[in-house]
């Protein structure tokens, strides 16, 4: 039998992750990767620690992870009258064994892509080639269609193919023809980063504002000894009634601040300068928050689905690229326990559709920022002293529920042994033996 190989759809962050980990257990892949060249796209995310302590486990130390991002302190809800709704430690200070880390998602996935590069060999990663389908065939194996940069076309044939070609996934829209398109719930984001002066722990995330009208500013950099200042990601944030009036498709359009400055022109306080950020942008992007509808399997015979592409959902839980590592190494486990097999793809989807799938939708009714639909309804905003509002008991409550539901409770976190043992491999094939 010859040595089994997995073709990987999309060279994103989950792409790279399930890479890396394949390569950890000793399993061939290819990745095809659409785009000529990597770049370091995007802004700000968070990295919860449950996928930190796996980015730990694949080799990606504190001290890599400190040149594309900083350990999270803290996260807190501020109301739009400036005071404080909710604050919990995070990551190593919370007591988690392993950090919460705030990055830069485009150095990141550098990071990452660098590092299976150096391990696996510079031909392991195609890039420049979309995969446009796949075709099961009749002894098991799979073959991805691809159509290259240069407009020339070809196919590869493996032993499994992992669509982690993000939420506009060819390989969903194959293995789901029927699914609806895009969702939009009408709130459209604008993005940047500035060098600004870190506020409250100088490691915190702090959603500032109502639920359908707000910010969300953290540090994605260390303080600069020499001037003071770090690198501060903002997501500026409205969400419209009418959504037949915007186009609801784009994804990291670049705009002007002055497009929607003047919904955050007077956000000034005297601990945070909201306009005086927005303006200390280099550059600024536009998305929607979007996500898809869950379905109700990612895999299909030997094809399944990872991270955006099995569950593209909207970023107020800060786990994204979370999951789609939890993906990647959950998929790695079952390998190991069922070999390069579609079983260890069943075992993968029946282990993490249907919670993950509960979470797109929790994440569509705001996620974490509940808490702010809560004072919107109860006082309209307008408090003195928040426990009045809402008790400390039912804010913790929530909060717990919601982090238990998404996969970071710490408790569970600390106890739970490593994912993927120190050192294991996927034994190879047997070899079949010639006939007598
Ligand atoms: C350019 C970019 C910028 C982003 N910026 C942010 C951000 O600032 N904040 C945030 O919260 N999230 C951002 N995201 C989304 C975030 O990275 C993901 O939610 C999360 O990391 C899960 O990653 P993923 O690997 O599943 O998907 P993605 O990160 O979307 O990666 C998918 C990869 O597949 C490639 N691809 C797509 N279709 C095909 C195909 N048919 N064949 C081969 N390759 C294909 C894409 O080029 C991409 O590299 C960004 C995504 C991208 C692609």
Known sequence: MTEPLVLIAGGGIGGMALALTLHQIGVRCKVFESVRELKPLGVGINIQPNAVRELFDLGITADMLDKVGVPAREWALVGRNGQEIYAEPRGLEAGYNWPQYAVHRGELHMLLYETFRARAGEEAVILGAKVTGYRKNPDGTVTALLRHADGSSSEETGTLLIGADGIHSAVRAQMHPDQPPIHWGGAVMWRGTAMAKPVRTGSS?????????????????????????????????????????????????????????????????????????????????????????????????????????????????????????????????????????????????????????????????????????????????????????????????????????????????????????????VPAPAPVSAPV
Not at 349 to 374: H, T, W, Y
């Open 205 to 425: 995330f702090i959603g500032l504002g109502s639920h359908r009208h707000r910010m969300v500013i953290y540090p994605i950099s260390p303080v600069d000894p020499q001037t003071g200042l770090a690198r501060i990601n903002w997501i500026a944030e409205v969400t419209y009634d009418d959504i037949s009036k915007r186009d609801a498709t784009g994804w990291f359009r670049q705009v002007e601040v002055e497009d929607f400055f003047h919904h955050f022109s007077d956000w000034t306080y005297d601990w945070m300068d909201v306009p005086a950020l927005l303006r200390g942008a280099d550059v600024a992007y536009e998305n929607p928050m979007i996500d898809r509808d869950p379905v109700d399997t990612w895999v299909d015979g030997p094809v399944a689905l990872m991270g955006d592409a099995a569950h593209a959902m909207y970023p107020t839980g800060s786990n994204g690229a979370s999951q789609a590592i939890i993906d990647a190494r959950t998929l790695g486990v079952m390998m190991l326990a069922h070999g390069v097999t579609p079983e260890a793809l069943a075992a993968f989807d029946e282990k993490l559709c249907g919670p993950v799938s509960q979470l797109i939708l929790r994440n569509r009714g705001a996620g974490p920022f509940g808490l702010l639909n809560m004072v919107d309804e109860r006082c309209g905003g307008d408090f003195d002293n928040i426990d009045d509002v809402i008790p400390p008991e039912e804010r913790a409550s929530f909060m717990g529920a919601y982090k238990a539901a998404a996969g970071f409770a710490k408790d569970a976190l600390n106890a739970a042994p490593r994912m993927i043992a120190e050192g294991v491999r």
